[in-house]
C-alpha cells in the first residue's frame, strides 16, 4: 500500500510535493482525490497526482483532511490537464483548476438538505378529539399531515398548517411525526415538462453518417469524425441516435454546444429523447448550487449524458463512450481568458485519451477541421441536402452602391427588402432581421471639424444606445452623455452616423406600423430569461418581425420563417484578421439557414457594399467546398493556420512608454531562444492601441512545431522581471488578433 501522496496545491508555485497519507485514509486517499495539507505555515486543498512508496523528501508532512471521499479528478481529466499545460503554456495548477467547478474544489457548498416530514402513527379519532381540547394547533396540524398521501417537507407543512416549528416539534418528540433530512437536488430545468420522442427513422444520407459513428464508438481507436451537413439536415438527430447507441452498451457521453442560453432547443430535444434525468447541463448561468448537483448527478454516474459550453469539456461523465461538439466552427470554444484553450481541440484530445469516438459537427466547418479531414487526419461524413429535400433558401444580393444612387434618402433598409417584408406581413409569415452590431449609432462625429467621440479608455469610437440615451464603449463599457455640440470645435452639427440593431428596430416600426416587431441583442435581453421569452413568442407567432444580433443566428428553428434579412454583410469582413472572410462566410450561412426551415421555401437578402467579395458569393451559392478551397489557398500563401500555429503574445501597460519597452525587450529575448522554423515579428501597437486604459503592444509568431515554441515562451518569461504594471499574456492558436 503507498504510503505518500504527490500533490498539486492550490498555489501558483506549481510545484508538486510530497505527503505522508495518515493510516486512517489508507484506503481513501486515490488519484484525483482534494486533500488538505500543510504548506509553509498555510492550510491549503490540493490535488493528488499520484500515490508513492517513498517520498522525495526525508520527512513529509502529512495530510490533515480529505473533501471527499471519492476522487474528484479521474485519471484521464489530470492527463487532459497535463497536455494543456504544455500546450498552451499554463501552469498545471491553473489547468487542473479549470477541469472542476469551483464549488466542487472548494467542497462547498454541499448538496442542500432540507428536513422532511411523514406520519409515524395516524391518530384515531379519539386521539384527535382528545389532543384538540389539550393543545387544538397540534391537532390542527395533524389534520392537514393526514390529507397527504407521501413525505412533506417541514417547511410546506408550516405554511400548509399555518403554524410554527415549535408546534410541529412537539409532534415530533411525542412520535406522531417523524423527522428526516433528505438531499434535495436544485433542477435548473426544475417546473419544465419534457414530451418524450422517439427515434426518428433516418435517410439514407443519415444513416450512413450515424453508421460511421456507431463504427468508430464500438472500436474504440478510431479517428475524429466531421460531419458536414448543411443546416437543417438532421444532424442533431446523428447525435441523439449515437448517444442511444452508447447507452444501450452503457457508455456515457458529452455534448458541447456554442452557447446554451441561446440554444434552449438543442438542450430540449436532448432532455425529451432521454428524460430529464439521464440529461445533466453544465453553463455559466447555473447557481453555484446548481452546478455542484449537476456536477455530482454526472460524476455519480446517474446522468449518462452532460450537455455544456466550453467548459463542460471537463465534465466527469463516467465511461465515455462519445463526445459530440455541435456547430465546432465557433469562436465560442476559444477561451479569452487564462487558460486560452480552445474547447473542441481539447475535446478531441480528450477523445484520444479516453479512446471514446468524438463526432464534430457543422454546417461551415473551420477551415481547420475540414483541412484535417482532407488530409486525413479526421474521417468525413456528409449531409448534403436538408431532411425530407426541402430546399436550401435562395439567396439574392442587394448591392448597396446600385441603391444609394436610386434612393433619394438612404436607408438601412432597401427598396427590395422593404418590399419583401411587406409581402411577409402579407401572408402572416415570419421576418429576421440580422445586423451583428448593437447601439442605435456606430458614432458621433462632428460634420464641420471631423471630430469623433472616442471612449477615454480606449482608441475606439463611442456608441450612441438610444434606449439608455448614452454613448457607450462596447470594449470597456465606458458611458458618457451625448454631448449636444462638437466637443472640439463647439458646432452644433455633430451628427450620429452608422446605424446598430436599435436602429433597424426604430426604422422597421416606422415602416411596418401595424407589424409586431421585437430586438434580441445583448442590450434588450439583458433581463433573465428575457432570451427564453422572446423566443417562446416569436415561435408562437406572437412576432411579425425579430430583429437581432448573431444571437439569433445560431441553431433556431423556426417554420414559419420565410425571410431573412441581413442588413449589412460587410461588417468584419475587412477586419485585419485572417479568419474575417471565414467568420464572414460562416455567419452568412448560419444566418441563411434560418430561413424556411418549415414547409415554405425561405428567401434571403444579403445587403452589401461589396457583394462580389468571395465570403458572400460562395455562401450565396451555399458553395461550402468553393469557399475552403480559395481560402486554404490564401492561408497556404500568406502563412497562416492550418499551415502554421500562431501563438500571440500580448504586452500592456498603463503606461505607454512601459509597455513598449516590455514588449521590445521580450522580444529580444524569444529572437535567442527560438527556432530556425519559428518567425518571430517584431513588437507592434495592437490594432486596438488602447483598450480598458491598456496601452497593448503585440508579438506574433508563427512556427510549426508549437509545442516546442510554447515551452520557448514559456522559459523566457519565466526568466523575465518586467515593471510591476506590465501584463504579459500568451495566447497559443488565438482567435483574437485585434
Ligand atoms: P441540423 O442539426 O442539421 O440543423 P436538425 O437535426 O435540427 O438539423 O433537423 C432539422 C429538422 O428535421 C428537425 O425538426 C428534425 O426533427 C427533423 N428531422 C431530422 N431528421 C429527420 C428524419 N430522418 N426524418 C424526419 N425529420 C427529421
Ligand atoms: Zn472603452
Redesign the pocket.
Known amino acids: 500500500m503507498p504510503h505518500y501522496a504527490r500533490v498539486i496545491p492550490d498555489d501558483p508555485t506549481d510545484k508538486e510535493l510530497d505527503y505522508l497519507i495518515p493510516d486512517s485514509w489508507a484506503s481513501k486517499v486515490h488519484v484525483g482525490s482534494r486533500v488538505k495539507v500543510p504548506l509553509r505555515s498555510r492550510e491549503i486543498l490540493a490535488t493528488v497526482v499520484t500515490l508513492i512508496d517513498t517520498a522525495s523528501v526525508p520527512e513529509p508532512r502529512s495530510i490533515i483532511g480529505l473533501v471527499s471521499e471519492q476522487p474528484i479528478v479521474s485519471p484521464a481529466l489530470l492527463a487532459l490537464a497535463r497536455w494543456m499545460s504544455d500546450y498552451y503554456g499554463c501552469s498545471i495548477e491553473t489547468a487542473i483548476r479549470s477541469a472542476m467547478p469551483q464549488v466542487i474544489r472548494r467542497g462547498e457548498p454541499s448538496f442542500k438538505r432540507q428536513k422532511v416530514l411523514t406520519v409515524e402513527r395516524l391518530p384515531s379519532e379519539e386521539e384527535i378529539a382528545s389532543l384538540s381540547r389539550r393543545a387544538p394547533r397540534q391537532a390542527e396540524v395533524l389534520k392537514v399531515i393526514s390529507t397527504f398521501p407521501g413525505p412533506i417537507r417541514w417547511r410546506e407543512l408550516q405554511v400548509r398548517a399555518s403554524t410554527t416549528d415549535r408546534t410541529i416539534q412537539h409532534l415530533v418528540d411525542r412520535g406522531w411525526l417523524h423527522a428526516s433530512q433528505e438531499t434535495e437536488e436544485r433542477d435548473p430545468f426544475g417546473s419544465e415538462e419534457f414530451l418524450p420522442t422517439r427515434p ?4 439514407d444520407a ?1 444513416t450512413a453518417a450515424l453508421r460511421a459513428v456507431t463504427a468508430s464508438m464500438d472500436s474504440r481507436n478510431s479517428k475524429p469524425i466531421l460531419l458536414h ?10 447525435y441523439l441516435q449515437a448517444i442511444l447507441h452508447g447507452l444501450q452498451s452503457g457508455k456515457g457521453a458529452l455534448v458541447l454546444v456554442p452557447e446554451i442560453s441561446l440554444t434552449p432547443q438543442t438542450v430540449e ?1 436532448f432532455k425529451m429523447r432521454f428524460g430529464s434525468e439521464s440529461v445533466a447541463v453544465l453553463h455559466s448561468h447555473l447557481s453555484g448550487g446548481e452546478r455542484h448537483d449537476e456536477w455530482h448527478r454526472i460524476n455519480s454516474g446517474r446522468a449518462r449524458i452532460a450537455i455544456g459550453a466550453r467548459s463542460a469539456v471537463f465534465a466527469p461523465v463516467q465511461d465515455l463512450g462519445l463526445i459530440v461538439v ?1 456547430e465546432e466552427h465557433e469562436n465560442t470554444y476559444k477561451q479569452e481568458e487564462t487558460p486560452r484553450y480552445q474547447g473542441r481541440d481539447l475535446a478531441v484530445v480528450r477523445a484520444r485519451i479516453e479512446k471514446c469516438a468524438i463526432l464534430l ?1 457543422s ?1 461551415t466547418p473551420s477551415v481547420e477541421s475540414y483541412h484535417n479531414a482532407k488530409t486525413g487526419k479526421y474521417q468525413l461524413a456528409r ?1 448534403t441536402s ?3 429535400d426541402r430546399q436550401l433558401p435562395l439567396i439574392r444580393i442587394i448591392d448597396l452602391r446600385q441603391e444609394s444612387l436610386k434612393q433619394k434618402q438612404v436607408s438601412p433598409i432597401s427598396n427590395r427588402l422593404g418590399i419583401a417584408i411587406e409581402a411577409r406581413l402579407a401572408r402572416k409569415e415570419q421576418t429576421i432581421l440580422f445586423l451583428n452590431r448593437r447601439g442605435f449609432a456606430t458614432s458621433l462625429v462632428c460634420n464641420k471639424c471631423g471630430y469623433v467621440c472616442e471612449c477615454p479608455n480606449c482608441s475606439v469610437a463611442l456608441t450612441f444606445h438610444l434606449g439608455e440615451k448614452r454613448l457607450k464603449c462596447h470594449l470597456c463599457g465606458h458611458a458618457a452623455v451625448a454631448p449636444g455640440k462638437c466637443p472640439k470645435c463647439s458646432d452644433p452639427s455633430i451628427k450620429y452616423s452608422g446605424y446598430g440593431t436599435e436602429k433597424i428596430e426604430e426604422v422597421i416600426r416606422k415602416l411596418f406600423p401595424a407589424a409586431t416587431v421585437s430586438r434580441m441583442d445583448a442590450d434588450s435581453m439583458a433581463r433573465k430569461n428575457a432570451h427564453r421569452q422572446t423566443l417562446a413568442a416569436f415561435r408562437a407567432g406572437k412576432i411579425d418581425i425579430l430583429v437581432g444580433t448573431q444571437m439569433i443566428a445560431k ?1 433556431l ?1 423556426f417554420p414559419n420563417v420565410t425571410l431573412v434579412g441581413i442588413i449589412n454583410a460587410d461588417i468584419g469582413l475587412h477586419l485585419p484578421d485572417f479568419r474575417a472572410g471565414e467568420r464572414t462566410f460562416q455567419l452568412l450561412t448560419q444566418v441563411a ?1 434560418r430561413a424556411g ?1 418549415g414547409e415554405m421555401t425561405g428567401e434571403v437578402y444579403v445587403q452589401s457594399l461589396t457583394p462580389f467579395s468571395p465570403s458572400i458569393q460562395f455562401a450565396r451559392h451555399h458553395d461550402y467546398e468553393g469557399f475552403w478551397e480559395q481560402e486554404v489557398e490564401f492561408r497556404q500563401r500568406c502563412e497562416f493556420p492550418p499551415f502554421v500555429h500562431l501563438i500571440l503574445i500580448q504586452i500592456r501597460s498603463e503606461h505607454q512608454r512601459r509597455a513598449e519597452f516590455s514588449a521590445e525587450t521580450l522580444h529580444r529575448r524569444l529572437e535567442e531562444q527560438i527556432e530556425a522554423d519559428t518567425i518571430l515579428h517584431p513588437a507592434v501597437p495592437a490594432p486596438i492601441e488602447r483598450a480598458k486604459n491598456y496601452y497593448r503592444f503585440q508579438i506574433l509568431a508563427r512556427t510549426r512545431s508549437v509545442l516546442r515554441l510554447s515551452r520557448d515562451v514559456r522559459t523566457v518569461l519565466e526568466n523575465l522581471t518586467f515593471p510591476e504594471d506590465v501584463f504579459v499574456t500568451v495566447d497559443v492558436d488565438p482567435y483574437q488578433l485585434l
Do not use: C, F, H, Y
Open positions: 426518428l427513422s433516418l435517410n443519415q451537413g448543411v443546416t437543417g439536415s438532421g444532424k442533431t438527430e446523428i430535444r455541435d459537427g454546417a449531409l436538408r431532411v425530407d441553431g428553428d439557414g426551415r
